[in-house]
């Protein structure tokens, strides 16, 4: 029977590979490799692009960087969208059954990651192909076909790089992924820059420092009268923003403990018993992920799109963008504008439909995604039941024939609600003026969240 995997095993040979360690790594030994992975992205997302001159044209990532990780004309323009889309695009074929991969058995593991690493390749080249094409480096011509391909080929080094970090950190050799790492990362240099960064910015009142704490510490000591503006200022970030980014990120992280303990016995010491939680945010912040990764691909091919063909009918269906200031481009109507974050929630009095399609999309779209994550990544009932039983455990109470129907009752709601809450704080970050958007600053509580949960575990059980 022809799989769709196989056709990657021919070409794994030229493929590099990050190999399992031979050992399991101290923990100290994996949060070096961390910030080593870390210290080679950032430096990646210092290091422009060569052959691209001044950056012009618009910029189709322009509103998901912050989600993306990506940092515009450098090694790291396309971030962790191809890497996210791949995993995104196989998992969903996998979990449909479109294509078969049985993960229990090692030779389908192995081509499945391939294919995955390919996968990411072949996106990081049509991005980049569309990036060359649309004008966003210059008019294709006047660069010349050397550059135009000596441009896709640094993307794609950039690409491979992503992946090739990604295998180190899931192997064994760090902790967690370099999709999770990189968003923290990429996040957190924003948060931190827009409330401390000490450069100067000139406004209408004169010179202020662009971080909005130092902003307020400098009319606190000099002009206390003045610090009103510290906190409703609109040229610069301000402290309403920081404080409020501040609110929601402690939103979150209250929410992260919420759980249900459901009680479990060892079959064998019926005297020892336990329990086995299930989060509220069951999947974690996949849906917020996975949402991202579905917007920015529509904003990338609408955009592209639309420089090119600008009056097609079909095309403006997708979407239709303006120029804003500098080489920012916002969508301004078709699909890509219904699904675009409002500025604010008083554009609910100018635009309501718009606030509302956008609201509905985001709540319904995190609820299915979540939803449709557990069947396709084998963490519904019947794999949780299957692992319980693995490790000689039963549900107290319950037969082991009854195991999969309790559990029914409560990971499919649990996930539905999970994938709801989350979306739902995304959209209150967005409305109350979260500093970058409200999808990177969830992600990045909820990711750090599970950075210190996975650090203290380990702790407890291997010690540094």
């Not at 294509?99 to 593991?109: A, E, K, L, T």
Request: hydrophobic share 45%; glycine share 8%.
């Amino acid at each position: 029977m022809f799989r769709f995997v196989e056709l990657v095993k021919p070409f794994m040979f030229i493929m590099p590979e990050v190999s399992y360690p031979d050992r399991r790594l101290a923990l100290r030994e994996r949060i070096m490799w961390t910030f080593v992975a870390l210290l080679i992205f950032l430096v990646c997302s210092q290091i422009p692009l060569y052959g691209i001159g001044k950056v012009a044209g618009s910029d189709p990532f322009y509103w998901m960087r912050a989600i993306l990780a990506s940092n515009r004309g450098t090694l790291m323009e396309l971030g962790i969208s191809p890497l996210v889309t791949s995993s995104m695009v196989l998992q969903f074929l996998s979990g449909t059954k479109m294509i078969h991969v049985d993960q229990n058995n090692r030779n389908d593991r192995e081509l499945y990651h391939a294919t995955e690493k390919f996968v990411a390749l072949g996106i990081t080249a049509i991005q980049a192909a569309g990036y060359v094409v649309s004008g966003v480096y210059g008019v294709p011509s006047s660069l010349g076909l050397t550059n135009c391909l000596l441009i896709v080929g640094q993307h794609l080094f950039g690409g491979l790089i992503v992946v090739l970090l990604d295998e180190m950190l899931t192997r064994g050799y760090g902790i967690g992924s370099a999709t999770n790492l990189f968003i923290v990362a990429h996040t957190s240099e924003k948060l931190v820059a827009a409330a401390f960064s000490p450069v100067s910015i000139v406004t209408s009142r004169g010179l202020e420092y662009e971080g909005a704490v130092l902003t307020f510490l400098q009319y606190l000591f000099t002009s206390p009268a003045k610090t009103v503006y510290a906190f409703f200022r609109t040229d610069g970030p301000n402290m309403t923003s920081v404080l409020t980014t501040s609110i929601v990120a402690f939103v979150v992280l209250y929410f992260q403990g919420y759980r249900i303990e459901i009680p479990v016995k060892y079959q064998k010491l019926r005297s020892m018993e336990t329990s086995y939680p299930i989060k509220l945010f069951y999947t974690g912040n996949t849906p917020v992920v996975l949402l991202s990764a579905l917007v920015s691909n529509i904003y990338f091919v609408s955009q592209t799109l639309y420089s090119n063909l600008p009056s097609n009918f079909f095309v403006n269906l997708v979407g239709q963008w303006q120029s804003k200031s500098g080489s920012a481009k916002i969508p301004v109507g078709g699909f890509a504008y219904w699904v675009s974050p409002p500025g604010s929630i008083l554009d609910f009095f100018s635009d309501p439909f718009h606030v509302v399609f956008y609201v509905v999309f985001v709540l319904v779209a995190c609820t299915v995604f979540a939803k449709t994550w557990i069947d396709v990544t084998n963490s519904g009932s019947r794999e949780v039941a299957k692992n319980l039983k693995n490790h000689n455990l039963t549900m107290r109470g319950y037969r082991d024939t009854t195991v999969v129907a309790v559990l029914d009752r409560y990971i499919p709601t649990t996930a539905a609600l999970g994938g709801f809450g989350i979306g739902a704080l995304t959209l209150i970050a967005d409305f109350v003026g979260c500093i970058g958007s409200g999808a990177s600053v969830t992600l990045a509580v909820t990711i750090t969240f599970q950075y210190f949960e996975t650090i203290a575990k380990e702790t407890s059980q291997y010690g540094l």
